[in-house]
């Protein structure tokens, strides 16, 4: 190949492996943002209320971040950027224990109208979404815990104007709030991929049945959903809707897995600074190699973490073919290091870590809760040798 | 620093290449024309056979070099570490002696730190140097010394001052290594092979021209050394020279130089695990249908993945002029974590297998080589536990242990 033929390529778009300073400034901006309207006496006060957040924030986070429809094109109401930056998002609003219903509405949600919905659908739902003047969220998985949309029992109809659909859906995150929600279920008489779809309906509408579930993690709110003969649309159509379902989930899990690793840091840097504060033996517990080396080795594992958070997110903002292998290799690794994070910063605070008044365990429960949510790690890791062909 | 376009200096190192690059040119001389124009070390300073270009701009040269496939200075073993070192450290008449045949290749290094009694602390060093006239006498004893037997110059960590505290006794050296008072022996390991010696100093002479820095600074010179060497192991393959014909006389030459520069080191791959060959060997021995395995092996992956990825963002960072984020002083652990972790799946999927070892073992003696071989990693080049309190100390800023090696060398309690 001469030079002349490769200046005419276009310069290939690739991974990178540190942020852009505009990245930087929107982390920041987000931090500051966070900093400002959710210390931890307001996690915990909005932990306590039934809908789990509060309306004003979301408001302003949408208003004056655009946080909700980041990721969402221009088109649409959105900001346009892409799944690096929806990561960025989820990074500090996990780091942040942020209460409200971003993962449901802006990650899960709007995702899979982007991911299944028709131009027409994508026009008249998103706007709203990116606005933050409509909540939503997906119904995927069922009372039995099965992630893999494979496994999928409820049932759409077809009836006069639409679909008439049948099931239970459990664990749908923000159910007990969202306005528009968006369900997996199947056409009659299929089985494992064949004739998945997903479909919109009111959560008000006729023939639905929300019910919160008490969630061990009270700072995001999960919900059981019974569909009885209730009135649906299609979103998008029957053509592999195996495809958009786990796309959007496969999306998720970055997202998830980012959102953990922000949890993490915020883990770490609590454990650091108790480690350097608390004094026995006459020194900080912080100068004991047995700390030391701890804290050490939880530096490494939440930065190894963060580092294939950052990877998944790229390639799929890249749609890298190995993008979806990437995901399940990102929730797993993240879903571990944030729960040992977890488990350490007790560990390291000593008997005040396991009391209610101390915050660590705020964080680990969203480890806990988060380490199953979308597959637990041993899910992820064979589904990461299957897609790796092995 | 230049203010080059990266543009300027594609065109630039190009029109040098097509004007002086000649395969059939002798490896030395055209080493030596590198050195001379600065384009082998062009992140070097102006003054000492550089360009004084950034970081991201070397990257750059070393891509065009590529491309034609033109060969590069000598950077195997020490030299590099020896020769960051002086340009830091080292006299002008030290920099002119030495830095130009480092990168010819002419001259090879080694490096006299670690002693039998001070592995670990290295500041507690008791080879002793002792001013008599117009020398400094060494006598005593270094180990773990790699290329110590065909090295032409040592970098050497020797205590000067018995009475001041550890670190402040100490001064660096310039040593020549073929000379009667130095006598090297090799080193065998659990893992067969002999790569390191041990080194016996008596009554050896440095000449004062060869004192690096100032008498009593010798830690602080050595610590510049140590940074480099802890830099360069990421656990990063170089980037693979691409294009360009590998035929003519410099090739073989350079071929030869790695050949015998490596082949001591020919078990080093399987210190780190390979974790190239797991899955392949899960797919021969049929290990990938069992679950229990396929999920150790998804986490191996994972371990691995996330650290090479660490490492590229430590130096993503490194190449954007970023201040170092803790990634940066990571990877030396995480490649442990990764070694241990392959040695471990390795045993899995070979089973009984990995009681046998030699030619009529899995892969010709790989697989066993990997197992004997892996303890090596979490000890070389500072030990995990080493690793853990540098980077709890100086990354987390946690408060230092009490010491009990303080005041004056000679009292402080030693092997």
Known sequence: MSTSDESRVEPRRRIQFAFTDEQEQFRSAILRFLNDRSPTTEVRRLMGTAEGYDPVVWRQLSADLALPGIHIPE???????????????????????????????????????????????????????AKGARLATLAVTEPDGNWD??????VATPDADGYCLEGVKSYVVDGHVADLLIVAARAPDTVGREGLALFTLGANAGGVERR???????????ARIDFRAAHANLLGNFDDGAKPILRTLDQAAIALANEMVGGAQALLDSAVNYAKLR??????????????????????????AKSAAYYAAQAAALDDPEWPALASLAKAAASETYLHTAAECIQIHGGIGFTWDNDTHLWFKRAKSSEVFLGQPSYHREVLMQRWGV | MSTMSEAEVRAEVREWLAANWNPDLPLVEWRGKLADSGWGMPQWPKE??????????ARVVEEEFAKVGAVGVAKSGVRLLAAATLLEHGSDPQKKKFLRRILTGEDTWCQFFSEPGSGSDLAGATTRADLKGDFWIINGQKVWTTSAHHADHGLLLARTDWDAPKHEGLSYFVIDVKQPGVDVQQLKQMNGHASFNQVFFTDAKVPQ???????????????????????????LQPTPLKRGARVGRIHAEERAETE???????????????????????????????PFVRQEIARLMILAKSAEWTARRARAAQQQGRPQGPEGSLGKLAASHVARACARVHTLITGAEAMLTGRESPRQGIIAEILVSVPAVSIAGGTDEIQR???AERVLELPKEPRFDTGPFRNVRRN
């Open chain 1, 75 to 129: 088109q649409y109401g959105g900001a346009g950027f892409g799944m690096v930056e929806l990561c960025i998002v989820t990074e500090e609003l996990g780091r942040a224990l942020l209460c409200a219903p971003y993962f449901s509405t802006a990650v899960l949600a709007a995702n899979a109208i982007l991911n299944a919905g028709s131009e027409a659908q994508k026009s008249a739902l998103l706007p709203d979404l």
């Open chain 1, 149 to 154: 949309p494979m496994g999928i029992k409820a």
């Open chain 1, 212 to 222: 919160p579930l008490e969630s061990m993690d009270p700072t995001r709110k999960i």
């Open chain 2, 209 to 235: 021209e060869n004192l690096v820095g100032r008498v009593g600074e010798g830690w602080k010179v050595a610590v510049t050394t140590l940074a480099h060497e802890r830099r360069g192991a990421d656990g």
């Open chain 2, 389 to 391: 309190n540098i980077i």
């Open chain 1, 279 to 304: 004094v026995q033996f006459g020194r900080p517990i912080g100068s004991f190699q047995a700390i030391k080396h701890k804290l050490a080795d939880m530096l490494l594992e939440v930065e190894l």
């Open chain 2, 48 to 57: 000492w056979y550089g360009r004084g270009l950034p970081h991201a701009l």
């Open chain 2, 260 to 290: 015998k520069a490596n082949q001591p080191y020919k078990w080093y791959p399987q210190r780190a695990g390979r974790v190239d060959l797991i899955v392949d060997r899960a797919k021969e021995t049929g290990a990938n249908k069992d």
